[in-house]
């Protein structure tokens, strides 16, 4: 195994809050900018991103809030930020570990509103140090947390889960053979199962059955999964183009340039989405019920992905290519557009994790061959 | 008439002057952080800072419209929705500020709409306040009446229609009354559940004379309002999107229309309450067991040709038509086998089958089904008995006002 590189987190999208996104200068920050975190540099292995504060986690186990909620917390092993509720996981005594849930107002002193022994994974994870931690999904597996009551939900055992993402009204569940299935509101088509129902437990992808999903990722109201193969799937609401589909916005100012089948611009199969000749909004596509595969440059694999509200970022193998944030600009945008600032400065991106209106990345250099 | 700076200063006028009075009485669900948001846009706007202000109001639009479709919208928190109006209050009046041009006081117009629409009353209803300041302002900049024609509705020359008039002979009519009194309506009508045409209830309302798509530009012509496209909302192409009624009126009513466009199931009389002056509430509305200010009214505005699938409804309607005819069939509940409504949540109320062109192969007992029709025409109230399933087309350019009551 080669040396370990140590690389450098970096940030951006919505800081108003003041939380560690570079400079922090503002509201917003349209590029890329290195992370410097409260407290000088730290070691960090997670990053968990609530709207309003981001939970950093170090590979020493301490938990450093930053934004509108503040506070470190010692002998944590991963957190889990949203607004309504901090989650911690805390070695306990013995071979134990104990689920904490804090008011993020409350800087982790005092007391945590409720606290409970939980069981350790049954085989520690061989953990890479840019490993995402499993919360919401608690490491027995046999349940998760949610942010609104009852916060302790169990899973059936039968379900093996592996990952578990929540988003703005659903649940995203992956397993340990590589199936997905999910549950909750499904008004905008983010469960998958090509309606527009509700389903109260847990209903397996059909569309997706036979193909081994590595990960998945829950967005407010859209889902991704990325298949072992690096191929990514994705469904839900694509009203600001978060599905890289063409969305209404864009095509009626005649700004979109995505079609409903092959997005690339390699001039095979490319269909101008723009304006039609009878001065027609180009179509676009609102709500898709069921996966569809997206459509990254030809012969490029995708190895992460990761959801915000309204915005998808995708990492893949050959130079770290991103959807929309991070261009230097605030465009919305419907297709795939590869983060130039990492290509530019020669780093490798190895993980990417968005909080709700931001994106966080971290990277290494580039080996020089 | 009236220079930017006036509109300013009556703004100004009509907004809170001090932090204590800039401030909503939120509950639990709103965290911490929105409250600080709040706090900082009521204190950028009250320090005169408008464009930080326009920048916070953006944060706290979004991310109350975040919150405004999460889970089903009757399950939406109110303290949501007036954290949104909020936003819209201080972003309309911020926009508003001088020299403020006609686009801008469009957008500001359109941000009081959009508080009116998705948001919840707050600071004593001072969005209408606004928005009524605003499009008088508009208005008085504007030549009166735009619109190439002063044709009255319904004597628009022909355009390719091969509109299908139901013979309604052949067909079982629901019955006429003239003014019944409320004892004789609720005796034979409402506690049996049947269907009746009153007439002579609703024609000296002022809207029967003094509507026409002038008069409707000149009192809405600017304000924003949902509009449903396609030829019905049980089709795939079918959408929602918002736009002026100048722009509906133009794109899908004066033009050659490509699609069907209607204003359909609006409370446009609480968007506008001037409007409300020239409907009133059937008086037979007071034999039901809810108070006046629940009885929903809704405006249904829309070219000839707009279709509302066969469909019931979980309350009373009085069905007042204004503006043109229509087409309607009502089949009873007891019917409701027949009809083949879908089994998802979703449209669990609406039929599968297509009225007018039937899947008789798909539904075959739907041709059995008795049913009654009739032509509502202008001056007419139709009474839709609760969860009567009930089929609507439009006949001519059309405006109808329903009243929704228990």
Redo the contacts between chains.
Sequence with gaps: MDEERRGTWFGFG?C??GQALGSGLG?QVHSPEPLRTPGGSLDVCRVSAS???TAFVTRGGRVQLSG?AGGTADGCTDAWAS??LLVLLRAGPGAGAELQAWA??SAMRGDPLWSQAVQEAEHGPSRDETQAGLLPLLPCARAYVSPRPPFYRPLAPTLRARRLELG??HALLLDAAGQVFSWG?G?HGQLGHG????EPEPRLLEALQGLRMAEVAAG??HSVCLSETGDIYIWGWNESGQLALPT?SLAEDGKTTAEASGLEEDGSEVKRGSAGEDG?PAPFI?VQPFPALLDLSPGSEAVKVSCG??HTAVLTSEWGKYGQLGHKDTTTLDRPCRVEYFVDKQLQVRTVSCG??NTYVYAVEKEKS | MAGPSTLWETLQALLPHTKEELKLELGEKVEGSVLMLLQEAADLFLGGQRRECLQTCEVLLDYSWEKLNTGPWQDVDKDWRRVYAFGCLLKAVCLCEPPGDATSVAAALKACDMGLLMGAAILGDILLKVAAVLQKHLLSGKRPAPGPSQEPPGTKKARNDHVPIPDVTTERTVPRLHCPSLQYFKKHFLVPGRPVILEGVANHWPCMKKWSLEYIQEVAGCRTVPVEVGSRYTDEEWSQTLMTVNEFISKYIREEPKDIGYLAQHQLFDQIPELKQDISIPDYCCLGDGEEEEITINAWFGPQGTVSPLHQDPQQNFLAQVMGRKYIRLYSPQESEALYPHDTHLLHNTSQVDVENPDLEKFPRFAEAPFLSCVLSPGEVLFIPVKHWHYVRALDLSFSVSFWWS
């Design positions: 919505f108003g809050f509201r709207w309003s504060y509108a607004e309504e993020p107002g703005a009204e509101a008004r309606t527009l129902e509700a407010g109201w209404k027609a609102a509200s309204r709700p209106w």
